[in-house]
Structures are given as C-alpha cells and as structure tokens.
C-alpha cells in the first residue's frame, strides 16, 4: 500500500457570492465588522468584474488539483501517493481545516506549500504559522516550502507570457523596446524593510530573471492594492507610476504582476480596471499578462518542489 502524503495548498481565499462578502470582509478585520461604506466599497469591486464572478475560488480548485495530478505523474517513487488539500487564509476550508482533514484521513507526513512565489513574514510567513501549528497539535509532521520565486519553470512560464504580450505590442504598431514592462505586487506594511523582510528582494530577483529571459530592458518594479490603514505601504503604487511615466512620455504599458498566480480582484480589478481606466485618461495603452492559473509550467514548479522538499533528508 502506497504512503500518503498530503499536501497543504494554501492561499489568501474569497467569498463565492456576494451574500459572503461582509463575513470575509469581517475576518480579513480579525472581527470587525466593515463600515457600510466599506462593504458597499468592496462589494462594487466584485461586481464590476464581469458579470460579479468570484473567479479565484474556482482557479485556486483548478490549481489545487492539477497539482494533485502533476506531483503523481511526476513523482518515481510509486510506494508515495500525494493528496492535496486546500486551506484558506479568509475563507472556508480554513488552514486549520485542511489540516485537520489531513488529519481525519490519516495523514501522518505533509508538506505545506502557498500560492505566492515570494516569502515575507507577514505574507507567507503567517499561512506556515497557523498549518504548523496545528499539524503538532494533530501530531502531523510537516515540512514547509517558504518560496521558490526563482524556478527555472516558473521563470520560463512568466517570460513567455511577457513576450507574447509584447508581440502584441509591435503587431499593433509599437516598438518593441519602448513599451515599458512594470512588474508588481501586492503592496505590504514597509515596516517589514526594518524586520529584513525578504519579500522586496525576492520580487526584485524574479523581475530581473524574467527580464533577462526576455531580453527586456525597459522594465521598473511598482506595487498596488496596498491596504487602506494608518501605517505607511510599500511604493509607489502603480496609479502614480502610471502617471510618472506619462510625464515621461511612455505611451506603452505591459503590466506583469508577478506577486499574483491567479485571476483574482487585485487582478480583474485593480489593473484591468482601475489601472486601465487611468492609463486611458493619461492616453497610454496598458495590456497585463496572463495569469498562471493552472499552467502546466507553475504546476511543474510546485510539483517539483514539493517533491524535492519531502525527498530531502
């Protein structure tokens, strides 16, 4: 009988209808209600995307079991069977539920991987806190993946999406070397600078990898959908790139948010709309890539490490 080894999928979650949409909202404020003018806020993002689809939760599924079938049809070790589980930030199934389902199958070995490519204490770091700690209180052994932000695949995965949206570019009459590419992602508290977080770096790393592969030279880092607090996020956010950057006459945007792996709000909303409303009042053409998604080179990227991380001593 084969062993099983589960897998712990985790990632951020959303609500799967609008009617969920203040109690995700209300976790994501560790239980405080949204104002109504905040829940109507967010409510209006979902539904701006078309027709009010909440596409994330059906490509983290898509995700989680085209890795159940890649880690088995890569693995050569038929004595090992893999078994995905999904666990969510924000949203049912939570961490705690994966894991205790892990548990409830009989799982005594896991390994627990995100799906972002890039650590930070507050990011990647909060989702291994929760699984670990309720793999020892279910007497799970658990190893973790912190990042693999530098993968040959997923590297070979995001060029070609970048050059295949630069094509594009020169079929519609631009040259090639003058649309400018803006790698971003996800904004973060910049107080995770002075904790030596390595979140910048790490991004910064597969900004370069992707623009070497490609052959890019004009290309600059941004963030976007930094939270709306108090404290000072990470900058500048992509609206005031945008707008830096019509100063400096650069007519042609390729926007490639390597912080995200799926189509998701900060995705359909914050760059498809938002940021392309503001282009197109600065007079700019701005396109995105593709989102990974379930493609078969970030399923060998996962796959790989995650078979790599258990064979290892």
């Known amino acids: 009988m084969a062993t099983k080894v589960g897998v712990l999928v985790m990632s951020y979650g959303t609500p799967e209808s609008l009617e969920q949409v203040e109690s995700y909202y209300t976790h994501i404020r560790r239980g405080h209600p949204p104002t109504a003018e905040q829940l109507k806020d967010l409510k209006d993002r979902y539904e701006a995307i078309v027709g009010g689809v909440f596409p994330l939760r059906a490509n983290t599924n898509n995700q ?44 005594k070995e896991a390994i627990g991987i995100v799906l972002a490519p890039h650590y930070s204490v507050m990011s990647v770091g909060s989702y291994i806190k929760r699984a670990e700690s309720k793999a020892e209180e ?28 630069l094509d594009q570019f020169v079929e519609a009459g631009a040259e090639r070397d003058k649309v400018r590419v803006l790698f971003s992602a996800h904004s973060l508290p910049e107080k995770i600078l002075q904790m030596g977080d390595p979140y910048q770096d790490q991004l910064l790393e597969t900004s370069r990898a992707v623009a070497e592969k490609t052959g890019v030279t004009s290309w600059q880092f941004t963030w976007q959908s930094a939270g709306r607090t108090a404290e000072p996020w990470l900058g500048p956010d992509i609206l005031d790139t945008l707008r830096t950057l019509s100063q400096e006459q650069v007519e042609d945007i390729l926007v490639a948010p390597i912080g995200f792996v799926s189509d998701h709000l900060e995705v359909l909303y914050d760059l498809d709309i938002e ?39």
């Open 64 to 107: 989680v079991a085209s890795l159940q079938e890649a880690l088995n049809a890569r693995s050569t070790n038929a004595e090992v069977e893999f078994i995905c589980y999904q666990g969510l930030k924000h949203a049912n199934p939570f961490i705690e539920d994966g894991v205790a389902k892990m548990a409830e199958d009989g799982i």
């Open 138 to 165: 279910l007497g799970i052994s658990m190893k973790f993946i912190k990042n693999y932000h530098l993968h040959p695949s997923l590297i070979e995965a995001l060029a070609a999406r970048v050059s295949s949206k």
């Open 275 to 313: 940021a392309k409303t503001i282009a197109k009042e600065l007079d700019m053409r701005l396109e995105r890539i593709d989102s990974l998604n379930s493609d078969s080179l970030y399923m060998e990227t996962m796959s790989d490490v995650i078979i790599k991380t258990w064979e290892k001593e």
